[in-house]
C-alpha cells in the first residue's frame, strides 16, 4: 500500500505557472521496480483525464492539450513526482490527481488548479 499527497495547486492568472508535487508515503520501487507515476485531472461536469505520465524508464508520456508547456519529473530517491506547468490556460482548471501503477493503481486525493484573471 503507498498513500500520495499532492501539493502546489492554486489560483493562477492565464499564462502563469504551477508547480505540483506529489509525495509517496514509501518508495515505488519497493511495490514494483516496473511502476508507471502521473498525473490526471478532472474538470467540473468532465471525465477524469491523463495530464503526463513517467515510466521508471524516465520515458514521459503527455496529453496533447499540454504538450510542450506541462513537464513531468520523478525523483525514486525522494519518492516524488513533480509536475511543471507553464503558460497555463483557463481550460486547465481542474482538480490534479498524482498516480501511481505498481501491480495495481493507487490515487492521490486531488490538488485544485484555478487558472483565472
Known amino acids: 500500500q503507498v498513500e500520495l499527497v499532492e501539493s502546489g495547486g492554486g489560483l493562477v492568472q492565464p499564462g502563469g505557472s504551477l508547480n505540483l508535487s506529489c509525495a509517496a508515503s514509501?518508495?515505488?520501487?519497493?511495490?514494483?521496480?516496473?511502476?508507471?507515476m502521473g498525473w490526471y485531472r478532472q474538470a467540473p461536469g468532465k471525465e477524469r483525464e491523463l495530464v503526463a505520465t513517467?515510466?521508471?524508464?524516465?520515458?514521459?508520456n503527455y496529453a496533447n492539450s499540454v504538450k510542450g508547456r506541462f513537464t513531468i519529473s520523478r525523483d525514486d530517491a525522494k519518492n516524488s513526482l513533480d509536475l511543471q506547468m507553464n503558460s497555463l490556460k483557463p481550460e486547465d482548471t481542474a482538480v490534479y490527481y498524482c498516480y501511481v501503477h505498481a501491480f495495481q493503481n493507487y490515487w492521490g486525493q486531488g490538488t485544485q488548479v484555478t487558472v483565472s484573471s
Open positions: 514509501r518508495s515505488i520501487r519497493s511495490i514494483s521496480v516496473i511502476n508507471t
Open positions: 513517467i515510466t521508471n524508464f524516465g520515458a514521459a
